[in-house]
């Protein structure tokens, strides 16, 4: 296994941290969690870049990748909503999309075709990471019994001022506009032409 593949692996051990982490509902937990979830988040950068840098793109890291990082959001997602901090049909609708899109380019391999992945694709996830950290910040800071600068800065980034809203409503838009982008390039694939 190349160096890529690798850190795409450890990005699901990560993630089994992180969701062992969240649980245990403490200040201690949600960092530490939240520290494992960003650590993840930047694993899905470097191995991309590291796999294209090294050429050593295979089909192995073309399987793992979108599903490790599939995993890690979802999951971070369905917290978020378990904690009233996401609504449930926002989370619906962005593992519905992942659901979409993978049997889409499943359907395009089949046919000996590759779904790319656009730059809305990648805005999306940008949106999705800055909303779940962000939940994720103050998740901590709520658990402390007192905030301190400079995590005051941060709780009044996180704690009802704009950062989680907007980061939201810009995930969910790109989430449906992206979703959309890859049924209306596949639409020739979905006529069986």
């Known amino acids: 296994m190349n160096l890529p593949n690798t850190i795409t692996v450890s990005r699901l051990f990560l993630t089994a941290g992180f969701i062992l982490f969240v649980a245990k509902e403490t200040t201690w937990g949600y960092l530490t ?3 494992l979830f ?19 793109v295979t089909p192995l890291g073309k399987l793992l990748d979108p599903l490790a990082d599939k995993i ?3 999951s971070a997602f369905v917290f978020l909503t378990a904690e009233g901090l996401c609504p449930v049909w926002v989370t619906a609708l ?8 993978t049997g889409l380019r499943q359907i395009a391999i089949e046919a000996g075709q590759v779904l790319a992945a656009d730059s809305l694709g990648k805005w999306k996830t940008a949106f999705q990471l800055t909303y ?21 800065h941060l709780y009044a980034l996180t704690n009802g001022a704009w950062l989680l809203p907007v980061s939201l409503v810009l995930a969910v ?21």
Do not use: H, Q
Not at 38 to 56: C, E, Q
Not at 95 to 100: H, N, P
Not at 180 to 185: D, E, K, L, P
């Open 132 to 152: 779940l950290i962000s939940g994720m910040i103050k998740l901590t800071l709520d658990t402390m019994d007192s905030v301190e600068p400079p995590l005051s």
């Open 173 to 193: 838009g790109l989430t449906v506009i992206s979703g959309w982008n890859y049924v209306w390039s596949s639409r020739y694939l979905l006529k069986g032409s």
């Open 72 to 74: 890690l959001v979802c």
């Open 38 to 56: 960003i650590i993840a988040a930047i694993s899905d950068f470097v191995d991309g870049w590291l796999a294209r840098k090294m050429n050593l």
């Open 33 to 35: 969690a939240l520290i």
């Open 94 to 101: 962005i593992i519905g999309r992942e659901f979409l899109v």
